[in-house]
């Protein structure tokens, strides 16, 4: 009986008796699911137990595996109590980007503030888009940001690790005098002849405009033309009522007077949102991030896509560990 077992191998096999999904538990790990495979077995061969059933519709617990679980929990607690006593300073505040102060990303961040203590501290920023805080990311201007990871180039990646945190549907922002207005959803073919506002011009949301791109492809749906950034929910409201936009958007979005917000459906065009830091950071902020997000999309079923008529990139949906 082994008595140096990897407390990784304990974290692998509580992911998996947690998620009770090899998919799931890689992608909260951050591990190839072979990889995550492969530390399942090992741990089996070292305790020479079998701790899983495994079917190609289900995963459970053996009774070794249920034996098991309640010791591996107070072990890898232990690992990280005593981690924790030895570092060396208080930690510094843990600065994120939500973009804007509602949806997805302030949700979360509002979730991890409730689960450390007061000396912890988790500072919002307001930039908005992935594609810029990238660069603040890596050279430690930013700690943490939220986004389609996926339209990052391969080599600014390598430098991140991230989370998958939510499917986020797609919606439109329309004047409330438009013909479309009055429906409770709008069919993405009803939108074929008509001009978005997907933020083209803005280099720090260019993976927005990029997705708004792949989904107006061969639906006859227009970008409208590039146009300079622009900082700040006010000044969003101004430029997007004067110019008579209609708005590319998520189902979760500001205010904007005399606009109208509404899903998109047939399909349901979905957002990636995943949580990105810099690959190696340890804060237990961070950690207060990923076990919030995990919490919130297990809770609400973000990771779920919305039955069968669903659209997604296939890298994204790769990346999101989602399968059609």
Known sequence: MPYDTDPRLLRA??????????????????????????????????WGA?????????????????????????????????????????????????????????????????????????????????????????????????????????????????????????????????????RPAVPLAELAGETLYAAAGNPQTAEWTDLAERLFAGRGIAAAAPFPEIEGSQEFVRVVRKRGWSVLASVEFIEV?????????????????????RRGLRHPGLDALRAAARELARERGWLTPPGSAWWLPEEDARVMGVRR
């Open 50 to 182: 079998a701790l899983f059933l495994r079917t190609t519709r289900r995963v459970a617990l053996t009774a070794d595996g249920t034996r098991l679980l309640p010791y591996a929990r107070r072990v890898v607690a232990a690992h990280d109590e005593l981690a924790d006593a030895f570092r060396a300073a208080p930690e510094r505040p843990l600065l994120v980007d939500v973009g804007v102060p509602i949806g997805t990303a302030h949700g979360v961040l509002e979730a991890a503030r409730d689960r450390v203590p007061d000396s912890c501290e988790l500072v919002a920023r307001f930039h908005s888009g992935l594609t810029g805080a990238t660069a603040e990311i890596t050279d430690g201007r930013l700690d943490v940001s939220f986004g389609r990871i996926a339209a990052l180039p391969p080599g600014v990646r390598t430098g991140l690790d991230h989370q998958p945190v939510r499917l986020e549907p797609m919606a439109v922002l329309l004047r409330a005098d438009h013909p479309l207005a009055a």
């Open 13 to 46: 096999f509580l992911a998996v008796a947690e998620e009770l999904h090899f998919t799931r538990a890689a992608a909260r790990l951050y591990v190839a699911q072979q990889a995550l495979s492969r530390d399942i077995r090992r741990l089996e061969r070292e």
């Open 257 to 277: 007077p005399g606009m109208v917000l509404r899903p998109l459906v047939d399909p349901v065009p979905l957002s990636p949102v995943s949580l990105v830091w």
